[in-house]
């Protein structure tokens, strides 16, 4: 209840502030338009579930980002810290606004998805909302861990790093077989590799670096490990 | 106490504030009042030793700490994007109150402060002054017997800071417990029952404001006089002023300066004497002690037993 209050509280706050925005939005849809060049390239079953992986992972990471650090500048997070609230509220409350805005930009990627392939494939309905949800949970568990741990300026670089590296090293856009061999296993240190492999299978029936049951088991673990570290560690830093 | 690496924030500190009392933390910047008070409210835990708040530990038990606690920031802190509603709203609702009811406290806290006419406008767009009281206003909101203001007039014109000294020494009435933590010794006196002089993280004294006053009492005086003072002047001041109380007494040229604990008359007797001697007094300056003065003065009081904080390094 606390946590959905905060939620609130940022939606009127941050979220619809042009950083947000641009990276929420604009650029996941500008990914997948060029994405939607290479469909011939890459094969359809590729690029489409990699296009609702990248919006899911822009999508779900710039929110808590946005508020984290807009609050640390106004001195509201310290604030915050004399509230009645414990660390799990506050991963809570700062993950959700990065949850729904990432399954709701992975409702914009299927409406573009159907515009760009006048068709949405979609065999195992339940695997690609489990993708999403979990997908969307696991990327704003990322950035609340970085917004919080880094100062507002080391933590925009910082999180631009780990999406980048997920976008080209995590399994999202080149397939295992385009991967140099030394580079492959990269793949699996990223959740990205996961979530594209369990919407890949709700979509079209196939996976290609894992298969989806142990891609489920490791997102539970990663989620489970991501919100009991953000926890530990918000209340370590806020309260010396 | 609280020590980050070998340094300590707080050392030996141990006091208690009665229900109802206004108690005054007074020191420099950097002497430990805010890590205090964040230690009292539950966001910072120390590193050794206990506290206690209407019997419950904040270290073990913040949650219920900070249902008893009100705390006002050193910083303007509350939500900037939000109305002056909004924020009172998201507090009262974090506290566990319904829509209706944090609406409710919302609109009757903000009242209470003179905010009434504010309620919709930006926390972002107010003055200093009605931040601060928007931020005491989020202190109350929950009812909270306990207020925590930490340098509750810092940054403020003298005008706002006199009418906040006024709302505070009301709540003070209304039966709240209040710690207040300033480095203006003048607001601690005048609205605590009483204080302590924290320095580097010790606690130097403990009082009533006529006990600290004392402690307090030795102004830096500085009297600009024109002219060519007689070579026997150094003389003549130290036994026309000695029975004021006059300490480290300097003559430069156009300046006579000393401590006094006896300001007035030990400045009316060195006025006479310049005059006397036929040099004309320009201009008059009086200093309150530095917080290095205070220390000296209670380690002197104390007959050189005072504990030397040594500079806050752990060794």
């Known amino acids: 209840m606390r946590a959905l209050r905060i939620f609130a509280k940022d939606l009127r706050a941050y979220y619809l502030k042009a950083p947000v925005l641009s990276w929420g939005i604009l650029f996941p849809v500008t990914v997948m338009a060029l994405m939607s060049?290479?469909?011939?390239?890459?094969?359809?079953?590729?690029?489409?579930?990699?296009?609702?992986?990248?919006?899911?992972?822009?999508?779900?990471?710039?929110?808590?980002?946005?508020?984290?650090?807009?609050?640390?500048?106004?001195?509201?997070?310290?604030?915050?810290?004399?509230?009645?609230?414990?660390?799990?509220?506050?991963?809570?409350?700062?993950?959700?606004?990065?949850?729904?805005?990432?399954?709701?930009?992975?409702?914009?990627?299927?409406?573009?998805?159907?515009?760009?392939?006048?068709?949405?494939?979609?065999?195992?309905?339940?695997?690609?909302?489990?993708?999403?949800?979990?997908?969307?949970?696991?990327?704003?568990?990322?950035?609340?861990?970085?917004?919080?741990?880094?100062?507002?300026?080391?933590?925009?670089?910082?999180?631009?790093?780990?999406?980048?590296?997920?976008?080209?090293?995590?399994?999202?856009?080149?397939?295992?077989?385009?991967?140099?061999?030394?580079?492959?296993?990269?793949?699996?240190?990223?959740?990205?590799?996961?979530?594209?492999?369990?919407?890949?299978?709700?979509?079209?029936?196939?996976?290609?670096?894992?298969?989806?049951?142990?891609?489920?088991?490791?997102?539970?673990?990663?989620?489970?490990?991501?919100?009991?570290?953000?926890?530990?560690?918000?209340?370590?830093?806020?309260?010396? | 106490m609280k020590r980050y690496g070998d340094t300590y924030a707080l050392k030996g500190l141990s006091f208690t504030v009665a229900r109802g009392e206004v108690y005054g933390l007074l020191g420099p910047n950097g002497a430990g009042k805010t890590t205090t008070l964040r230690a009292i409210a539950g966001a910072l835990r120390p590193t050794r030793g206990r506290i206690l708040v209407e019997g419950v530990d904040p270290a073990r038990e913040p949650l219920r700490v900070k249902r008893l606690v009100g705390v006002v920031p050193e910083l303007p802190s509350l939500f900037p994007e939000l109305t002056v509603r909004d924020n009172l709203e998201f507090i009262a609702g974090i506290y566990g109150f319904s829509r209706s009811e944090a609406r409710r406290r919302a609109r009757e806290t903000a009242e209470a402060l003179g905010l009434g006419d504010y309620l919709g406008v930006r926390y972002g767009r107010l003055s200093k002054g009605l931040k601060r009281r928007v931020d005491i206003a989020a202190a109350l909101i929950h009812d909270p017997p306990i207020l925590l203001l930490d340098e509750p007039t810092s940054g403020l014109d003298v005008i706002a800071a006199s009418r906040l000294r006024e709302r505070i020494a009301a709540l003070a009435r209304q039966g709240k417990t209040v710690v207040l933590s300033s480095h203006y010794i003048e607001e601690v006196m005048a609205l605590a029952d009483r204080a302590l002089i924290l320095y580097r993280g010790s606690k130097i004294v403990e009082g009533t404001p006529a006990m600290l006053r004392r402690v307090l009492s030795k102004k830096r005086v500085t009297i600009y006089y024109t002219g060519e003072p007689p070579q026997s002047l150094s003389v003549e001041a130290r036994e026309a002023l000695g029975a004021y109380g006059v300490e480290d007494l300097k003559i430069e040229r156009g300046a006579l300066s000393f401590k006094a604990s006896r300001t007035v008359e030990a400045l009316e007797a060195s006025i006479r004497l310049l005059r006397e001697r036929g040099l004309r007094v320009v201009d008059v300056e009086v200093l309150p002690p530095s917080w290095d003065d205070v220390f000296k003065a209670h380690i002197e009081a104390a007959g050189g037993r005072a504990a030397c904080p040594c500079g806050g390094r752990a060794g």
């Open chain 1, 37 to 240: 060049l290479n469909m011939r390239m890459f094969g359809e079953s590729r690029v489409v579930p990699a296009m609702f992986s990248i919006t899911l992972l822009f999508a779900s990471s710039s929110m808590a980002q946005v508020a984290i650090s807009f609050e640390k500048l106004s001195g509201a997070l310290a604030r915050i810290l004399y509230l009645p609230l414990t660390g799990a509220d506050l991963v809570l409350a700062k993950s959700l606004g990065g949850i729904a805005y990432g399954i709701g930009g992975a409702g914009v990627a299927a409406l573009v998805s159907y515009i760009v392939a006048g068709h949405l494939v979609m065999i195992r309905p339940l695997y690609f909302i489990l993708g999403v949800v979990l997908g969307a949970v696991v990327y704003s568990l990322i950035s609340v861990l970085i917004a919080f741990y880094y100062d507002p300026v080391h933590a925009v670089a910082v999180l631009n790093i780990v999406r980048f590296s997920m976008v080209f090293l995590g399994g999202i856009l080149f397939p295992k077989a385009f991967m140099p061999p030394r580079l492959a296993w990269l793949a699996y240190l990223f959740p990205s590799v996961y979530v594209t492999e369990v919407i890949r299978f709700g979509m079209y029936n196939t996976w290609d670096y894992i298969d989806p049951y142990t891609s489920l088991i490791v997102l539970a673990i990663a989620i489970a490990a991501l919100a009991y570290a953000s926890a530990r560690i918000i209340i370590r830093i806020l309260t010396p």
